[in-house]
């Protein structure tokens, strides 16, 4: 077994920390591997009070593929190689659901122990294996930090500063961490909630935050990392679509949607039957409602419309699919004028190419002439019935296809 051996550090430059508002570090340990999987990067034992520690650590998933749920780091302790106390601290900042972390990310955890005499330790990280199918990502564009500043407030530092959604969703317990960095490793972390009405901050809104931190002794640089309740906010996409439809329109398919708010939008792929036809550009950042249309020419058939949204960083998000049939149905057959004189014509549309026949009778049923024998495209005809040497009267057609037969009547005046 592989142990690490406690560092002391010698940081007490003030004697009462809970009185002077700065953090007392007692022990630290840096880029610790602990298997292939996960690398413990910072992990700090700092002073909580007289018999406590406040353990603070952060965490990192190495594996480009893999979704891991429950993670929790164990330390364990050592006392001339006899085990003397563990303790078991689950991630604070998860990057998907159930305390889980996505592929290539990073955790943050606090948690307090009651303090004990080591000059060892070990690290273990447990956690489950799911399918990546079923996990909701983390969107790390969805919130931004706008400010961010420390002031003295008696014995303690408050932090504030605000943040915006950038995104077209909803956002529940929006969070705010801060990491203080010494030497570009990290010795203490914190944390606080903006400040919204029932929890949420709505597409495009800004927040406030506020809190009352201590901060450790020596630092050299502190970075902020935005976070959000995975599991009650669902997927945060950057553009919110509130319709997308296809109808037919003519011989054409119109599509249009609707988006709310757009965020970083670039534009949008339409793919027919998963193949792109087109490029709409979007609207970048706005907070008003905008209308898309496009309309697609295409024979007839059963097709199926996404859209594939692009932001600007190249991440998509796929929306769809609508289907929608486009025929051309034997049901507006019709002559005109009606009543003529002389000639007519008429008119009809046919859903595939297929063998047309098209018949007059006279009101006593029988057969005058047929003016169409022919296999047909499909799509809009339009025929003449030249009736110049009939007589006036009621006339009919029949329009006879391999699946149905049409009818209409006709009334000649001379």
């Known amino acids: 077994m592989k142990k690490y051996y406690a560092i002391t550090i010698v940081l007490f430059l003030f004697t009462n920390p809970a009185s002077s508002g700065h953090i007392e570090i007692e022990h630290e340990f840096h880029d610790v591997q602990v298997n292939s999987t996960f690398t413990i990067n910072d992990l700090i034992l700092s002073t909580y009070s007289d018999n406590l520690w406040t353990v603070t650590y952060k965490l990192t998933n190495n594996n480009a593929f893999h ?7 164990i330390i364990l302790f050592y006392k001339n190689d006899v085990l003397i106390a563990s303790k078991t601290a689950y991630i604070d900042y998860n990057t998907c659901e159930d305390t889980g972390m996505i592929p290539n990310s990073f955790a943050f955890a ?27 990502e983390l969107n790390t564009n969805a919130l931004t930090l706008e400010q961010s500043s420390f002031h003295e407030f008696y014995t303690l530092f408050e932090w504030i500063g605000t943040i915006k959604n950038q995104s077209g969703t909803n956002i529940l317990y929006p969070t705010i961490f801060c990491a203080f960095y010494r030497n570009n490793k990290i010795i203490c972390i914190d944390y606080t909630y903006a400040d919204v009405t029932n929890n949420t901050i709505a597409p495009n809104e800004t927040a406030s935050f506020s809190s009352y931190i201590e901060m450790p002794v020596l630092y050299d640089s502190v970075k902020y990392y935005t976070h959000y309740s995975i599991d009650l906010t669902g997927k945060v996409v950057p553009v919110e679509l509130t319709s997308f439809t296809a109808k037919k329109e003519n011989n054409c398919i119109l599509l249009e949607w609707q988006t709310r708010t757009e965020s970083n939008n670039y534009g949008f792929d339409i793919l027919r039957n998963n193949q792109q036809i087109a490029f709409i550009k979007g609207n970048g950042t706005d907070t008003q409602t905008n209308n898309y249309t496009y309309k697609d020419e295409i024979n007839p058939g059963t097709i199926e419309y996404k859209l594939n949204q692009i932001d600007y960083d190249g991440t998509t998000t796929e929306y769809g699919p609508v289907v929608v049939t486009n025929d051309y149905k034997l049901t507006n057959i019709k002559n005109f004028p009606n009543p003529f004189n002389a000639q007519t014509v008429i008119e009809y549309n046919l859903e595939k190419q297929q063998h047309v026949t098209i018949d007059i009778y006279n009101i006593n049923g029988q057969l005058i002439e047929t003016i169409i024998d022919k296999q047909q495209e499909p799509g809009t005809h339009r025929t003449i019935w030249n009736a110049v040497n009939q007589p006036s009267g009621i006339y009919f057609y029949a329009l006879k296809t391999d699946t149905k037969t049409l009818t209409g009547k006709m009334i000649l005046v001379k």
Do not use: T
């Open 67 to 73: 979704y891991y749920f429950y993670v929790h780091v």
């Open 110 to 136: 606090e948690s307090v122990m009651e303090k004990v005499d080591f000059d060892s330790v070990d690290f273990k990280v447990n956690y489950s294996e799911y399918d990546k199918d079923d996990i909701v």
